[in-house]
């Protein structure tokens, strides 16, 4: 099994959706987890969330049209069992408190060579490990919800945790589906920012009344969720050209008595560099030759015919031509 080549013994520590979430991601993947339940409950409740855990798994296994006869069901826990585990997932409450308390509480299930992953998607590696006496070798692995249909998450090291270590998590990820990053330890890392600036200013765009809810949501499906698959967003920036970034983001604050949506330095000095985009060879970027890019933009473009084609179909039986 996939496990065996990494991780002989794989626990997630709670029941929230993103540790179910990748439970069923794993068990797709044909492994099998302990979902690990650390708080008192009454046996009625632990009856209940068992059967919660498993309906989900269910309802999964009827949208990717798998067996539910190999399918390797997570076994709910009411604490860790038996020998250490190689690797553990924490998926609790995004409070310090509480996730250092079951990291304490979990001490008999930790040995020296367990791994401890924490999805934590606001905490910094080294507050989780504070005031612990326990030697833990931690780092965080921020999933989007829910893992077994977005395979992207960013990888937090620990300065502390040995880089071979690290290598093979990202060696398991990469096989089991996913495709991690590594990120500096940085508040809100790398997606939870973008996101943040952008639910946030289309808050405001709803607030000044210039879309409706339902529009503003509809530029988002129907104008980057067309473009985005197929490339990020400081590719877009080169392609574009960053004097548009520069000179748009100028227009757009002056008109918005907004200084907060001026470019960044970096942006500013190669615009005066000239290092503005692919037709410079340089932006962000840097480029070989026209001919790399040529080909780049014809890649991106078969891509973009299938994405199109895929989202047309999808977007058309909702009815949203009509």
């Known amino acids: 099994m996939v496990e065996e080549r990494f991780f002989s013994k794989i626990g997630i520590l709670g029941m929230g959706r993103m540790a179910i ?13 302990d979902m690990i339940d650390l708080k008192a409950r009454a046996e009625e409740e632990r009856t209940r969330y068992k059967e919660n855990l498993e309906e989900e798994c269910k309802a999964a296994i009827k949208l990717f049209g798998r067996s539910i006869e190999s399918f390797p069901f997570p076994l709910y826990m009411h604490g860790p069992a038996g020998s250490p585990y190689d690797l553990i997932f924490e998926g609790l409450p995004e409070e310090i408190a509480v996730k250092q308390s079951a990291f304490s509480a979990l001490k008999r ?8 992953c924490s999805m934590t ?16 070798n931690i780092l965080v692995t921020h999933f989007m919800n829910p893992p077994y249909l977005i ?38 890392f790398v997606i939870s920012r973008l996101q943040l600036c952008l639910m946030n200013e289309a808050v405001r765009i709803m607030e000044e009344g210039v879309a409706s809810p339902e529009d503003i949501d509809k530029a988002i499906q129907y104008g980057w969720g067309y473009r985005f698959p197929v490339m990020g967003i400081l590719e877009f920036i080169d392609v574009g050209g960053l004097e548009i970034l520069y000179h748009a983001s ?8 907004r200084p907060d949506l001026l470019s960044p330095k970096l942006i500013e000095d190669r615009f005066g ?49 009509k």
């Open 21 to 33: 979430g990748l439970a069923i991601d794993l068990a797709l993947k044909g492994i099998r987890v």
């Open 109 to 116: 299930a930790i040995g020296k060579e367990t791994l401890i």
């Open 121 to 136: 998607s606001t905490f910094r590696v080294e507050e989780l490990a504070k005031e612990i006496r326990l030697p833990l």
């Open 151 to 188: 395979p992207f998450l960013e990888v937090v090291p620990s300065p502390k945790t040995d880089s071979a270590v690290v290598d093979r998590l990202f060696t398991f990820l990469r096989t089991v589906g996913h495709v991690p990053i590594r990120c500096k330890s940085s508040p809100g």
């Open 250 to 257: 100028r227009s757009v604050s002056e008109g918005l008595n």
């Open 273 to 321: 560099q000239g290092a503005i985009g692919t037709k410079a060879l340089k932006g962000i970027f840097e480029y070989e030759s026209y001919e790399q890019i040529k080909r780049k933009d014809m890649e991106r473009l078969d891509k973009q015919v299938k994405v199109k084609t895929l989202l047309d179909e999808i977007h058309h039986k909702e009815g949203a031509w």
